[in-house]
């Protein structure tokens, strides 16, 4: 019986190594067997009955839409979410692998298939092309809703090209009704003296043909005080403000807060609170809740 390859080793084979390390998938092999009987499993070899499914294989391995609909049976919602922004990601100007559209696409087609529903529900907050993780990271902080751990601003678009005197710009992430535009600036890219000009004479350029910009150091994502006065610059500048009407938001965010803290920083813990408005009355909802 032909097996193709799944999981964590597909996934790598399609080049997502550093999404499969950001979410700890397990590194055993495992492979997925075509079958309209049932068939013995074991945690290495799982068997499906979709026939439609067959079409999600390529060079015997799994593709990357099936991929993400398979580890919609296992993964949590924020890591789903996570997940398909990485899948779906590519560098400014060249072509993505995958998109939103066949990731939904294959959710919809494979009827019956018990990762269906979570897929579904995370393709919802799943935007195309994220230039690197803690874009996605960023991106999923503020524009998830509260429910999810977000700030719950509209979605905006990554890499959003921009033309300018003839010359093409990328924004990482890009609000169209107020023309505002987010960059995150690693250490890796923006931190010499090269870049820095580079920098200043592109925003100089941006800002003429009537773009806003904010910048966002790694430390502003690592800091939770950093991090509110990065949200509230935002929140004014998109004059929409951050309000938490939920006690649900606590968790996530304190899950997305973790996804890629460097080594050396404190992990936030459940005293810790955002001051956002809203949050002190939705704090003791969450206490009472989850603490009682």
């Given at each position: 019986?032909?097996?193709?390859?799944?999981?964590?080793?597909?996934?790598?084979?399609?080049?997502?190594?550093?999404?499969?390390?950001?979410?700890?998938?397990?590194?055993?092999?495992?492979?997925?067997?075509?079958?309209?009987?049932?068939?013995?499993?074991?945690?290495?070899?799982?068997?499906?009955?979709?026939?439609?499914?067959?079409?999600?294989?390529?060079?015997?391995?799994?593709?990357?839409?099936?991929?993400?609909?398979?580890?919609?049976?296992?993964?949590?919602?924020?890591?789903?979410?996570?997940?398909?922004?990485?899948?779906?990601?590519c560098p400014p100007g060249e072509k993505a692998q995958c998109s939103v559209r066949k990731l939904r696409d294959c959710a919809v087609s494979l009827e019956g298939h018990p990762g269906r529903r979570k897929a579904l529900q995370?393709?919802?907050?799943?935007?195309?092309?994220?230039?690197?993780?803690?874009?996605?990271?960023?991106?999923?902080?503020?524009?998830?809703?509260?429910?999810?751990?977000?700030?719950?601003?509209?979605?905006?678009?990554?890499?959003?090209?921009?033309?300018?005197?003839?010359?093409?710009?990328?924004?990482?992430?890009?609000?169209?009704?107020?023309?505002?535009?987010?960059?995150?600036?690693?250490?890796?890219?923006?931190?010499?003296?090269?870049?820095?000009?580079?920098?200043?004479?592109?925003?100089?350029?941006?800002?003429?043909?009537?773009?806003?910009?904010?910048?966002?150091?790694?430390?502003?994502?690592?800091?939770?005080?950093?991090?509110?006065?990065?949200?509230?610059?935002?929140?004014?500048?998109?004059?929409?403000?951050?309000?938490?009407?939920?006690?649900?938001?606590?968790?996530?965010?304190?899950?997305?807060?973790?996804?890629?803290?460097?080594?050396?920083?404190?992990?936030?813990?459940?005293?810790?609170?955002?001051?956002?408005?809203?949050?002190?009355?939705?704090?003791?909802?969450?206490?009472?809740?989850?603490?009682?």
């Amino acid at each position: 019986m032909k097996k193709y390859l799944c999981g964590r080793k597909a996934l790598e084979y399609w080049g997502f190594v550093e999404a499969c390390e950001t979410l700890s998938l397990p590194a055993s092999t495992e492979y997925l067997v075509f079958s309209e009987h049932d068939c013995s499993r074991t945690s290495q070899t799982h068997w499906c009955k979709i026939k439609a499914a067959r079409k999600y294989t390529e060079n015997d391995v799994c593709t990357l839409p099936y991929l993400f609909l398979r580890y919609a049976c296992h993964l949590d919602l924020l890591k789903l979410i996570y997940l398909g922004l990485q899948i779906c990601a590519c560098p400014p100007g060249e072509k993505a692998q995958c998109s939103v559209r066949k990731l939904r696409d294959c959710a919809v087609s494979l009827e019956g298939h018990p990762g269906r529903r979570k897929a579904l529900q995370a393709i919802q907050y799943i935007q195309n092309n994220s230039g690197s993780p803690m874009e996605s990271r960023l991106y999923m902080h503020l524009c998830l809703p509260n429910f999810l751990g977000g700030c719950g601003f509209p979605k905006a678009v990554l890499n959003k090209p921009v033309q300018v005197d003839s010359k093409q710009y990328y924004l990482d992430l890009y609000f169209p009704d107020t023309r505002l535009g987010i960059e995150y600036d690693s250490y890796e890219y923006h931190n010499n003296s090269r870049s820095f000009s580079q920098d200043n004479l592109r925003d100089a350029k941006l800002r003429t043909s009537g773009y806003r910009l904010i910048h966002v150091k790694p430390g502003q994502l690592s800091d939770l005080e950093a991090f509110q006065d990065l949200s509230v610059n935002i929140s004014r500048q998109l004059k929409k403000p951050i309000v938490i009407r939920t006690a649900k938001f606590f968790e996530p965010f304190k899950e997305i807060f973790h996804f890629f803290q460097p080594t050396g920083y404190a992990p936030i813990t459940v005293f810790d609170v955002p001051q956002f408005r809203g949050a002190d009355g939705a704090y003791k909802e969450y206490l009472g809740t989850f603490h009682s």
